[in-house]
């Protein structure tokens, strides 16, 4: 998987951007509703921030999205850098932190392979939903750790595999029901409609198999990579940090109605991990 596929697919499909209708031309009304709807339905987030000691911190955002939650970190005190492997995203962070007059050290656009930052220079690298978008993340939690200084910190979010969504959603139920229109040469279009199309141009079996078939089912059919996590596979993955706590939050498991289900430290969708690097 080239990085340059990644690149353009979140280029093309900034985070969230549809769920509240596009720019339009109003930057300001378009990150208020943004924000709104995000913190509405990732109601964990902000109490998951609250866990992070920002204040008065360097901190490194790998990921930025449409900076929600890079405001967050600067209005919770901490001194932010940024860094995003897009363009469109830095940019658009850039004009949120303009319009609401936040201050912060710097944006660059660049890759977790390649971080371009000196040794020990931050406190806490933050990255929310987006490093098991990464193939390589053998060199990207490399890179992290050695930009954290001494006593640093790695927090991240990533999508869990004993989690409702993956097991049941994921898993069984979408891949029966795609199994179904294909063979019943149905399309009702939209999202289903795409996943669809993928199926017949790779063929089912194909399209079905885990590294063809989990992408597209976690940000969107278009979406070439994703990777499910358990807390083993956290330590294997980032075999230069030491894990010291982990918890799962966020029932989703689309098209389920879960949400409401008391179960999120048990089957969330979200496996929170914070790590300190090895021998520093």
């Not at 995003?84 to 830095?90: A, K, V």
């Not at 977790?112 to 987006?130: K, M, Y």
């Not at 279009?189 to 194909?206: F, I, P, Q, S, T």
């Not at 799962?248 to 409401?260: D, G, I, S, T």
């Amino acid at each position: 998987m080239e990085e340059s596929t990644i690149r353009d697919f979140w280029a093309a499909h900034p985070c969230g951007e549809v769920l509240v209708g596009g720019i339009q031309g109003d930057y300001e009304r378009f990150f208020r509703e943004y924000d709104e709807y995000r913190y509405k339905h990732l109601d964990h987030i902000p109490g998951c921030l609250d866990r992070i000691p920002f204040a008065g911190k360097k901190v490194l955002e790998i990921g930025l999205g449409l900076g929600a939650d890079s405001e967050q970190i600067i209005r919770r005190g901490g001194r932010f850098s940024g860094l995003d492997l897009t363009r469109e995203s830095i940019e658009r962070v850039e004009t949120r932190f303009r319009l609401r007059g936040l201050k912060y050290d710097d944006l660059k656009v660049g890759s977790a392979l390649r971080i371009p930052f000196e040794d020990n220079t931050f406190d806490i690298v933050f990255s929310h939903g987006v490093l098991h978008h990464i193939p390589d993340i053998r060199t990207a939690q490399r890179e992290i750790a050695r930009v954290l200084k001494p006593g640093g910190m790695l927090v991240a979010m990533l999508y869990a595999k004993y989690s409702l969504n993956y097991l049941v959603s994921i898993s069984v139920a979408r891949r029966a029901a795609l199994a179904a229109l294909y063979a019943l040469r149905l399309n009702p279009g939209g999202k289903v409609g795409k996943h669809v199309e993928n199926a017949r141009r790779l063929g089912l079996l194909e399209y079905l198999k885990e590294e063809n078939f989990l992408g597209p089912n976690t940000d969107g059919p278009e979406n070439p990579y994703s990777k499910v996590y358990d807390v083993p596979e956290v330590r294997r993955d980032f075999e230069n940090f030491e894990v010291v706590k982990t918890y799962k939050n966020c029932m989703h498991a689309p098209p389920f109605p879960v949400k409401l289900l008391p179960l999120g430290g048990l089957l969330g969708w979200c496996l929170w991990a914070h790590m300190v690097p090895r021998g520093k």
